[in-house]
């Protein structure tokens, strides 16, 4: 797949996700053989204004430049101006437009996927950011609002023609939000309408579903979200299942070093009180699945430093090793 003149090391790549999808996590999912990193979505208007909240959420690290950052908004612009920021920005390749995100206090305003219901308005947010943009411009929604609104298709095409250099597309409309199963038929009608790259997405969870969904729609890329949650490994076992070799899972040992490093990571970066309070998630999700797994989760989730979450982990790892036998 080529996006406008870029080109990557794979085409799969890690979706955004807004309060998971932090530079540590991203620098992660690269480091297992992810393809391209989005950023959390920021808004136009923040960006703007100079939001130091919002400044925080565009730090990228050496270890994934460079991303593709995600922006939204409505306002045509608005939009332009703050995509214009990222010109001289190296550690950026690619600007990304949120069309797709359901949640209500972002429909509301009229950004996301309540542009769905708007693509001329949506067309024009493209226009005016390709005139202000040196990236590559990128859009990011739906199969439509609801089921008597189903226009990704000739969302895709007007996306298209006002400039957009690749799309992707979750195969769920906004009313479903994350329920259902993603409809990957749609993926497949609109790259058989358009002919810009069309990144697939939804409910890709393992590497099986990763070779099934391109059989299926033939789309040129994937974009992964909940699963890589607490599971980086997809992209590395995608990698192997796509070049033919048999895909090695990550062992119980594997999962908790990678969660330790992790939190190192976190704490360094974000302070200790951050890092333990956002990381409850992410240890949540490594060892799900795993022998006790909840009620490890239930004693990390309430402690306060790192040291006791590290010593909460390397006794559930000696007890792991008990039961399985040193991996
Ligand atoms: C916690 C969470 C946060 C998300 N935040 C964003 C976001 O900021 N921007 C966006 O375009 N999509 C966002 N999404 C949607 C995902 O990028 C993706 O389209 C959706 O989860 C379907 O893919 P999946 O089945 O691989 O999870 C989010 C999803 C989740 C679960």
Redesign the pocket.
């Known amino acids: 797949m080529k996006i406008a003149n870029l080109e990557f090391k794979n085409n799969v790549f890690l979706?955004?996700?807004?309060?998971?999808?932090d530079i540590i996590f991203r620098g992660i999912c690269k480091s297992m053989g992810c393809g391209l990193v989005?950023t959390?979505?920021v808004s136009a208007k923040a960006l703007q204004y100079g939001s130091k909240n919002t400044e925080e959420l565009l730090k990228i690290s050496k270890k994934e430049a460079p991303v593709a950052v995600?922006i939204?908004g409505s306002d045509p612009l608005a939009m332009a101006k703050a995509c214009e920021q990222f010109n001289n920005d190296e550690k950026i390749c690619i600007v990304?437009i949120?069309m797709?995100?359901p949640a209500p206090k972002i429909v509301k305003n009229g950004d996301?996927s309540a542009l769905m219901k708007n693509p001329k308005l949506a067309s024009e947010i493209i226009k005016e950011i390709k005139r202000a943009s040196s990236k590559p411009v990128t859009v990011?929604f739906?199969k439509g609002f609801d089921e008597d609104n189903i226009n990704a298709v000739d969302f895709a095409k007007a996306m298209e023609a006002a400039g957009a250099d690749a799309v992707?597309v979750?195969g769920?409309t906004r009313k479903q939000m994350?329920e259902g199963k993603?409809d990957w038929e749609i993926i497949r009608q609109i790259k058989a309408a358009v002919s810009i790259p069309v990144i697939g997405?939804?409910?890709?969870?393992t590497f099986e579903d990763a070779i099934n969904l391109v059989e299926k729609t033939n789309c040129d890329g994937i974009?992964?979200?909940?699963?890589?949650?607490g599971n980086p490994w997809i992209f590395r076992e995608i990698g192997e299942a796509f070049s033919g070799k048999n895909p090695v899972k990550p062992t119980y040992n594997e999962k908790i070093d990678v969660c330790i490093n992790h939190i190192q990571e976190a704490v360094k970066y974000f302070g200790e009180e951050k890092a333990v309070r956002e990381l409850r998630k992410h240890i949540a999700w490594y060892i799900k699945g795993l022998r006790n797994a909840t009620d490890i989760k239930n004693k990390i989730n309430v402690q306060k430093n790192s040291v006791e979450v590290f010593d909460i982990l390397e006794k559930y790892r000696n007890e792991l090793n008990k039961v399985y036998g040193i991996e």
């Open positions: 979706a955004p996700m807004a309060g998971v999808t989005y959390e979505m995600q939204f990304d949120n797709g995100c996301g990011k739906r992707a979750h769920r994350y993603a997405n939804g409910d890709v969870f974009i992964i979200a909940r699963g890589a949650q």
